[in-house]
């Protein structure tokens, strides 16, 4: 029986040739190869955004929709993180820190100088990241239900709320099932999909197990090792009400931190996914603030 995500693929990657983005592939250090999609001709009188993909998915199938809607007013740059897609390493390290300097290389290698970098769940942190070592580079940050970081003292009560001993549990089913459940959380309301689709989802979506575990297990870092840096770009926070993995408080909560510098929407009826659960909305909120962020006349649009 034919997969249908792999069945999927050719016509998505078809789909982006159109749009004017396609594949390649820099090695942007020794034995660590980034696949990135690009503009096939980046225009310089467009402005650059770069979206981060979380960790269940590689870059173009999670922010497909989003490139769609965007890559003709913007010159689009969706990487595929390590480990992800067509990203891989042979270097240990698994830190956000040594993700995003790769990231920083990949995106120079490409010429790119200046951006804005939206980033959903994990891709929110390596966005966070990036604004804080790359200031010249990233010029505003978009992050979708993620955090900075994610203390241990975070990690253990959202791990809590949602019945999951580890993270690795919770983003790495290894089962139909388990990933239908990983869905559901992720979820404001799961609507019906044939178990095939989960199946199928699962032959093809998991593969470098053992070194995501490991990035899942360095993404969260004692509570003492973290002060929120005092970021020189706007943040703006967009987020499914809600969400049951990183509940909607902790934004507001983010949000008062930041000050004045901060911005948050709330998505109406959306939880985790909620860029896949309602993408037309998200779509909506996410010109409003690229057009805050590059249009002479900020349209006008309320924050929570």
Not at 104 to 112: I, N, P, R, S, V
Not at 132 to 157: D, G, M, Y
Not at 184 to 207: C, H, N, Q, T, W
Request: glycine fraction near 6%; charged fraction near 25%.
């Amino acid at each position: 029986m034919v997969n249908i995500i792999k069945l999927y693929k050719p016509l998505l990657r078809a789909a982006m040739k159109v749009a004017g983005v396609r594949p390649q592939k820099i090695e942007v250090e020794p034995g660590t190869i980034m696949n990135f999609w690009a503009p096939t001709r980046p225009q310089n009188n467009k402005n650059a955004i770069v979206f981060l993909h979380g960790f269940v998915g590689d870059g173009m199938l999670t922010w497909q929709l989003q490139v769609l809607a965007l890559a003709r007013k913007y010159n689009v740059y969706v990487p595929d993180l390590l480990f992800f897609g067509g990203s891989t390493t042979d270097d240990s390290r698994r830190t956000v820190d040594f993700h995003t300097e790769c990231l920083a290389k990949g995106l120079a290698a490409l010429g790119l100088r200046r951006c804005t970098v939206v980033g959903f769940s994990y891709g929110g942190a390596m966005a966070f990241k990036l604004a804080e070592s790359r200031p010249e580079l990233v010029e505003s940050v978009v992050a979708t239900c993620f955090l900075p970081v994610v203390t241990e003292s975070i990690s253990k009560e959202c791990l809590g709320q949602m019945g999951f001993p580890t993270w690795s549990e919770f983003l790495l089913p290894n089962s139909a099932s388990c990933m239908k459940k990983m869905f559901e959380v992720g979820s404001y309301e799961l609507p019906r999909i044939p178990i095939r689709v989960f199946k199928d989802a699962l032959e093809v979506m998991f593969d470098h197990r053992k070194e995501r575990a490991e990035l899942l297990e360095a993404m969260v870092i004692p509570d003492k090792d973290f002060n929120l840096p005092a970021y020189s770009q706007r943040i703006h926070l967009v987020w499914g009400k809600d969400d049951k993995v990183l509940s909607v408080e902790r934004a507001r909560e983010l949000k008062e931190k930041l000050g004045n510098k901060a911005t948050l929407q709330c998505i109406e009826k959306a939880g985790h996914i909620a860029l896949i659960e309602r993408p037309f909305v998200f779509n909506r909120c996410l010109k409003r603030i690229l057009a805050s962020i590059y249009d002479e006349r900020s349209p006008d649009f309320s924050y929570e």
